[in-house]
């Protein structure tokens, strides 16, 4: 029951009921990606996605993210060939725990003594 609450009320938990409607009715399934969420398009050229759980827009892999700002019609390959030095895709890890924190940043564990400024020795 709150999550159908939640749903209805607001947007950033999975979709909203305007936006439930609007796929139910115009609605035309394209696929999904590797994290289960689902892109549609309309007749008038639309074209949206339903994410699997939180809605978080870097969570769109680049394949679909062609297609998805109308940079390529064609829809991407259910399975897309990858080199071995490509990496998985994740969405932004900023501001969570596995966020990358350059050494000397305030947010690194070992804090590195850095000066503002080096004195020229003449």
Do not use: C
Not at 39 to 45: D, F, I, K, L
Not at 66 to 95: A, C, M
Request: proline residues 5%; glycine residues 4%.
């Amino acid at each position: 029951m709150i999550n159908f609450l939640k749903q209805i009320f607001t947007w950033w938990n999975k979709k909203t009921i305007g936006t439930f409607f609007y796929t139910l009715i115009k609605g035309k399934y394209v696929g999904s990606d590797e994290f289960d969420n689902r892109y549609y398009t309309s007749s008038e050229g639309k074209r949206w996605v339903i994410y699997n759980d939180r809605v978080e827009s870097s969570k769109i892999p680049p394949e679909w993210h062609l297609w998805i700002h109308f940079l390529t019609d064609k829809k991407p390959d259910e399975k897309v060939s990858k080199f071995k030095w490509q990496k998985t895709h994740e969405e932004n890890l900023t501001g969570t725990p596995n966020a990358y924190k350059p050494e000397g940043s305030l947010s690194s564990n070992p804090k590195k003594n850095i000066k503002k400024y080096e004195i020229w020795k003449v």
